[in-house]
């Protein structure tokens, strides 16, 4: 199978309860720990590029690596995304450069902006056969190189969202309901809870629209326990409880983001690597633990949290 649009992914998430995986990628030691983890429990996977990704990695390392994983699992769909788009020009490049799927995320502008660049966005996508994902609200915690304070946090306004899909011919929408990047997403001794009624009210003003939830990890105790072990200084990183992820991919969402579990699972390892074996020093020895803890990371969230195991 060639690398394909989310669109297919979707409806048949959205028809089926479950929820699609969307793991960013940076090097060949994540992109192989995903798509292995996809390609033996047969679910489909989106593979996302963040700007910082690009700059690190550089696009065609990136995608000639996606392209390998792609003839490596030819049973299972796999899109290629860009994360967080913050202009016409990066989401271009990466529509010409063989992206399958992009964000265009103009959610810090006012709406009337928002609205503008995504349609703008869109009408180049859909000429060339990709498919976009807009933003309307505000995360909190760290959206790429944007800071947004926890406390300013702006949940989505359910009563905006027909409007914006309808003008901007969006294909799926990110919304706030609580979520956050990053590992520390709420001050210890806060009770983790997502606006549940945001999303329903949203998924009811966009009947059989593809939602999606950035900001997903849920910082696995374990890991960050592992991490403190072995020298790291981590305190306070809590994440999405998993109960709540289920409950939102068996809903009207669709995608579900995760990156900071995979660095997690990877600093873990390697950590706990160094530490047992400080003579070692080929990177062979430590990335290969690396990449299995990705692959059985991310093989626990596709059957016990996105539900997409088999769904191929
Ligand atoms: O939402 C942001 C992603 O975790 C990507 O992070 O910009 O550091 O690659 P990054
Ligand atoms: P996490 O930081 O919770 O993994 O979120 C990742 C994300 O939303 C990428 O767009
Ligand atoms: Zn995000």
Redesign the pocket.
Known sequence: MALVTTTEMFKKAYDGGYAVGAF?VNNMEIIQGITEAAGELKAPVILQV????RAYANHTYLVKLVEAAVIENPEIPIALHL??GDSFELCKSCIDGGFTSVMIDASSKPYEENIALTRKVVEYAHDHGVVVEAELGTLAGV??EVSVDTDKAMYTHPEEVVDFATRTGCDSLAIAIGTS?GAYKFKPGTKPQLRFDVLEECAKQLPGFPIVL?GSSSVPQEFVAEINKYGGNMPGAIGIPEEQLRQAAASAVCKINI??DIRLAMTAVIRKYFAEHPDHFDPRQYLKPARQAVKDMVAHKIVNVLGCNGKA
């Open positions: 960013n963040s700007k910082g990704a994360d967080h959206e790429d990047h950035h990156d900071s």
